[in-house]
């Protein structure tokens, strides 16, 4: 026997007096723990139609109490809008079905004589532009790659209307073509009055282009945009702000 079994052996006999001296026996104590029956309590929450979808309190304090409704389902499942198409939520005095508030309120407003419900009505009958491949719509320009023309200042092929030069070199005329955007901020003029003189030379053809491959054949840099400048120095095209420029220089 080793060490721990004597110790053992010896706890066991002090064990076993204990007991003895305690009236008990080994006999009297049960080998196995009886089973003990557990029963349930009954809920003290009194039971409801739907669980889920319905809350009930027993607690006792001054919130209400909140029923959520057994049946949800969306507006698109019900086949009903949760909104509404027109404007007649808020109606008059008379409560006319067929009250706009919306043109009520811009009624009195015009933009050139054109009311706020005219310009409602054109906008909802405005058809979706189609997208065309080599077309592109940027603001009231149209940038069409197979029909358009090309803009010797911008390089841009658009649709907007142009003027050619009128200048022939050896019996061919010129085909500088310049649009109303880059003519007007440019070179200080119109299309239409470009057209209504009759004899209109292009701005290459006068020597004074200011377009950046023009510059950079003379060896000049490019200018970037000035109308910006031009509006802000009170110069009428961004050619005039170049001649003066060079004048200074002189």
Known sequence: MNDYEVERQKRIEANKLLLQSLGLSEEKIPKVTPKVKVVARSSPTPPVEDPIYSFVCTATHNKPVVLIPKVRRSSRARGRKSYTDSYTAVKNEDDDPDFDFVAYLFEAEE?????????????ASRKPTRRVPGVRYQGNRVYDSLRGSTCHQCRQKTMDEKVRCTNVIDGVRCNVLLDDMCITNRYGMTVKQAKASGNWLCPVCQGICNCSICRRRKGLPPTGILAHVCDRLGYASAAELLASKQVKRK
């Open 111 to 123: 933009v050139d004589g054109y009311s706020f419900t005219q310009r409602r009505r054109s906008a």
